[in-house]
């Protein structure tokens, strides 16, 4: 079974190296792809360190900062490249825990899921450290798309998945233009009304301890945008 596991980073010098090291010890035999947007704290330069000990890790080196769901897709048609069993992604600053990975991709195996998510609003999941005000808009923004349309994982917006290769290759990554969250939502979206099969891992997601959060509010009302243009699109016939 071979693997690919992308990771976005901006400006996470705090984790990367602990990061890394957290998924070697769970993962040794997957790939890592870090896809940098040229952050100020030097972070690619500590992934260029760390390859010389690391043959599994490879950097995607970007001009500037061009957005979350466009780092993602960078690293997916990277990983795509490779033709590996799985890509999964997964966040820079252990809010998404290595440790869960092994339990990611053994879902995925044994239960035959296309797509496994990192939930953390299934039975077994929850967050930790987090404020009031990110609860309501976190919670507000999956039971708005959950509602609106129709979705049946409990955490649309989580950025802990793990993929069949198959599944990523249907998708025309040039028509996927949202970013943030919106990017998750729409990949949710899209992989239910093709059929194909979830299954949820429960994550319990802590907020980050070291650096700080790059994703806005405008992100959060972007996605409610997202949902309401296709919830109306959904409810009058329209395609995807
Ligand atoms: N390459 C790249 N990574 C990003 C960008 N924005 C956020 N990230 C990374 O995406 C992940 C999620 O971002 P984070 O700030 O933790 O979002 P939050 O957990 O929703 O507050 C982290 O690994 C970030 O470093 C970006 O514009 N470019
Ligand atoms: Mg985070």
Redesign the pocket.
């Known amino acids: 079974m071979t693997a690919y596991i992308v990771?976005?980073?901006?400006?996470?010098a705090e984790?990367i190296e602990a990061l890394v090291a957290g998924i070697m010890a769970q993962q040794p035999e997957f790939d890592l792809v870090i896809?940098?947007?040229n952050?100020p704290d030097g972070?690619s330069a500590m992934v260029e360190a760390m390859q010389a000990t690391q043959p599994r890790l490879h950097l995607i080196k970007?001009a500037g900062?061009?957005?979350?769901a466009?780092?993602?897709i960078?690293g997916i048609r990277y990983a795509l490249a490779q033709r590996p069993d799985f890509v999964l992604h997964?966040?820079?600053?252990f809010?998404h825990h290595p440790d869960y990975l092994p339990t990611m991709v053994a879902k995925a195996e044994s239960e035959g899921a296309d797509v496994v998510v990192g939930s953390r609003y299934c039975p077994g999941g929850g967050t930790k450290n987090w404020g009031l005000g990110?609860i309501i808009l976190s919670r507000g923004a999956n039971l708005t798309a959950r509602t609106l349309l129709g979705l049946r994982v409990d955490d649309c917006t989580s950025?802990f998945r793990c993929y069949r290769r198959a599944v990523l290759e249907s998708f025309d990554f040039d028509q996927i233009t949202v970013d943030?969250?919106s990017f998750l939502i729409e990949m949710t979206y899209l992989c239910q009304r093709r059929g194909y099969r979830f299954a949820q891992v429960p994550i319990i997601f802590e907020?980050?301890a070291l650096?700080?959060?790059?994703?806005s509010k405008r992100?959060i009302f972007e996605a409610l945008g997202l949902v309401l243009r296709r919830a109306v699109r959904r409810l009058t016939g329209g395609a995807d």
């Not at 650096?211 to 994703?215: A, F, P, R, V, W």
């Open positions: 990771i976005p980073t901006y400006n996470e984790n896809v940098d947007d952050s972070t970007r900062k061009l957005g979350f466009s780092a993602e960078a997964m966040d820079a600053d809010s990110r950025g943030g969250y907020d980050r650096g700080t959060s790059k994703i992100i």
